[in-house]
């Protein structure tokens, strides 16, 4: 198994970087060709075992998958319609393949993915939304099996806004007869980006992007070519990056406004953040203000940036508080922060970081993705003279495209070892 070691003492980050295609973007995408019947081409794909795994999860359906950065999806001999468990186990996001294909095969049997180290998360409002547009839903032997000859519109009001809910119900009701309404939808970039393919395709998806998307059904899809948006996700670690190593790099190739309320947390800590000509530029700061945080759904401050901000907060002039709304069990970070000689107390959904430490290097384990790219963050400014080791990096293949690297170009020294 691989690990990540971080030389402390990181010197300031400079120079510029390419920001991937969004993982969260290219997922539903890969699964939104399921409800065409022919080759579509996704450009500006991550390179990321998550988009593998969605394209074996199509693979086992009869699809064909080829190609890396461009990736070809041919579904004209989807054949078994079915998300098996020892995939979705692997991968949550493969339950974004039920929408689409309850809406153009009238059948889907989709393993339930279960909890994962950061909540439960449950999938009730997919479900619901799609009872609402007529599909009968069972739950058998740990799969969902859902049925329908052919949706219809219907009125979904989300109890609550979820990311990759909106996006299945917005798939399936762009097959199914009539008009659909989702009320209280996530407003994520990455669902915006969906909604875009799927008009690519001939759907008729109003609204994406707002509390309030409107589906007009239509009776096929035809194929498309896209090219897939910058992960904001990764553009905002390597501003921290930048921002905590006193650094000044240009991130290529993101868009500032999938990215308010980060880049106005950095600022009130003292960081520049501006946008530069093809992107956004980042320069660090000697000292940082501390910063109170509440993740929310977008456009709010997103939980994917949570355990990466606290990194900064463990640098700053003071006390910061952190809360987390989205995810119940989303600070496994904290304990090996804590290791590293952070002082950060957990007291329910809050976080409380005491500012002005100097972190020391040592071996960490990650938890989840985004635990593990801040596990890196703070190996770059731990004290000179320490290393930092990531183990179990393997979370952090999923969803950061040769983070060593791109660190390593701006400065880092960091290596990715065998273990
Ligand atoms: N929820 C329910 N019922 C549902 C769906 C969600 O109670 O039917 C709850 C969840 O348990 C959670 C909240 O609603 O408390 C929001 O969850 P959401 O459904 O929005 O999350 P998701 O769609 O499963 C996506 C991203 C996550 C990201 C969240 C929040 C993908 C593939 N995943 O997950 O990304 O954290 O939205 O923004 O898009 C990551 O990339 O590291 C990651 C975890």
């Not at 991968?91 to 689409?100: D, F, H, I, K, Q």
């Not at 949706?151 to 119900?169: A, K, Q």
Request: proline letters at 4%.
């Amino acid at each position: 198994m691989d690990a990540i070691t971080i030389a402390g003492g990181c010197p300031p980050l400079q120079g510029s970087v390419a920001i991937s295609g969004a993982k969260n973007a290219a997922l539903p995408l890969i699964a939104s060709a399921l409800l065409t019947g022919g080759r579509n081409t996704f450009k500006n794909v991550p390179d990321l075992n998550d988009v593998r795994t969605m394209a074996k999860v199509l693979e086992a359906m009869g699809a064909e998958v080829s190609g890396k950065r461009t990736l070809r999806v041919a579904t004209s001999s989807i054949d078994k319609l079915e998300a098996p468990y020892d995939l979705v186990r692997t991968m949550r996001a493969s339950v974004l393949t039920l929408g689409p294909l309850v809406a153009r095969y009238g059948r889907a049997r989709v393993s339930l993915p279960g909890g994962c180290a950061i909540g439960a998360r449950p999938i009730d409002q997919h479900l619901k939304g799609l009872r609402a547009m007529g599909a009968q839903i069972e739950i058998s032997e740990g799969y969902v099996e859902a049925r329908c000859k052919r949706l219809r519109g219907g009125l979904i009001n989300c109890d609550i806004p979820t990311v990759t809910g909106t996006m299945n119900l917005m798939m399936a009701a762009s097959l199914a007869k009539g008009r659909t309404t989702i009320e209280n939808a996530a407003r994520e970039p990455e669902v915006e980006d969906l909604a875009r393919v799927l008009n690519k395709m001939g759907a008729r998806v109003y609204g994406a992007g707002t509390a309030e998307v409107n589906i007009e059904g239509v009776d096929e899809l035809h194929p498309v070519e896209h090219a897939i948006i910058a992960d904001r996700i990764e553009a905002g670690t390597f501003m921290v990056a930048a921002a905590i190593t006193g650094g000044d790099v240009l991130l290529e190739g993101c868009l500032p406004e999938h990215l308010v309320a980060v880049i106005s947390k950095l600022r009130q800590a003292g960081a520049r953040v501006e946008a530069a000509p093809g992107g956004i530029r980042v320069r660090g700061a000697k000292r940082f203000a501390p910063l109170d945080i509440t993740t929310q759904p977008h456009p709010g401050f997103p939980t994917d940036m949570q355990a990466q901000l606290m990194v900064l907060c463990c640098c700053a002039d003071g006390q910061s508080l952190i809360t987390e709304t989205i995810f119940e069990n989303r600070y496994m970070h904290v304990p090996e922060l804590n290791r590293m000689n952070a002082d950060i107390q957990v007291n329910g959904r809050t976080a409380i970081v005491h500012g002005r430490r100097q972190l020391s290097g040592t071996v960490v384990m990650a938890s989840d993705l985004r635990a593990s790219a801040a596990l890196i963050l703070a190996g770059l400014v731990a004290r000179e003279g320490t290393t930092t080791r990531v183990r179990r990096v393997y979370h952090l293949d999923r969803g950061y495209e040769r983070i060593e690297r791109k660190l390593r170009k701006l400065g880092a020294k960091i290596r990715r070892v065998k273990e």
